[in-house]
């Protein structure tokens, strides 16, 4: 099943909205995703989701750092 650029961001929006600053949480799904759908570049869309993502610019949230972690926990 191939996975296009529009539901992917839906998709990592839907993850970000249920798991919100739960790094741990989202770096399962994303380990997930990387498993069974390897075709597509989750970290990089993560990324740039996660940047734009308003409750994390308004939380002060560490976005790269925040990033880097779930990166780290998905890829072990």
């Known amino acids: 099943m191939a996975?296009?650029?529009?539901?992917?961001?839906?998709?990592?929006q839907?993850?970000?909205?249920a798991f919100?600053?739960?790094y741990q949480g989202v770096a399962k799904v994303i380990?997930?995703?990387?498993a069974n759908f390897g075709t597509v570049a989750w970290?990089?869309?993560l990324r740039v989701q996660a940047a734009a993502w308003v409750p994390f610019q308004q939380s002060g949230?560490?976005?790269t750092w925040w990033c880097d972690e779930v990166q780290?926990?998905?890829?072990g």
């Open 3 to 12: 996975i296009n650029a529009g539901d992917r961001d839906k998709l990592l």
């Open 14 to 17: 839907a993850v970000l909205s």
């Open 20 to 22: 919100g600053e739960d």
């Open 31 to 34: 380990r997930y995703l990387v």
């Open 43 to 45: 970290m990089t869309s």
């Open 61 to 63: 949230l560490s976005i």
């Open 72 to 75: 780290r926990l998905s890829s």
